[in-house]
């Protein structure tokens, strides 16, 4: 609850019913009003007569809604993939053999495509649907 001035304190102590401007100001100083049943019922009937009033303002003088607090996001953590191939007992990197297909050409690369020959040990890549030859990894 924010400090309570003595304005608001003087309206906390009012019996009775409480103006609207008064529940106004109650509210700005964060001063819980749904506690008592008598503030409900102030709250309620403040509220059927300010809608009459409102309807008879421009539609465009409406107040946007109070924003709430953004709720802290979830941290993804993101396991490390590869995929590593074994063969006449050398181990192949998939990221090492598409790193090295990009590195061997020259131009821009809208889509990549790794052909690994294992047995022969060469890698074909197809880039941007044309094939640039083939090398050794």
Do not use: H, W
Not at 8 to 25: H, M, N, P, T
């Amino acid at each position: 609850m924010a400090d309570i001035t003595p304005e608001v304190q003087k309206i906390i102590d009012k019996k009775g019913r409480k103006s609207k401007a008064e529940l106004e100001i109650l509210e700005k100083a964060g001063v819980d009003l749904s506690t008592s049943k008598a503030a409900k019922k102030e709250a309620k009937s403040a509220e059927k007569k300010a809608a009459p009033a409102e309807k008879k303002a421009a539609p465009a003088a409406k107040k946007a809604p109070a924003k709430k607090a953004a709720a802290p996001k979830a941290v993804k953590t993101v396991a490390e993939e590869d995929v590593i191939f074994q063969f006449n007992g050398t181990n192949v990197s998939a990221k090492d053999v598409v790193a090295a297909a990009k590195a061997n050409y020259k131009g821009e690369i809208k889509s990549i495509k790794v052909y690994v020959n294992a047995t022969e040990g060469i890698a074909y890549p197809v880039i941007n649907g044309e094939e640039v030859g083939g090398f050794n990894f």
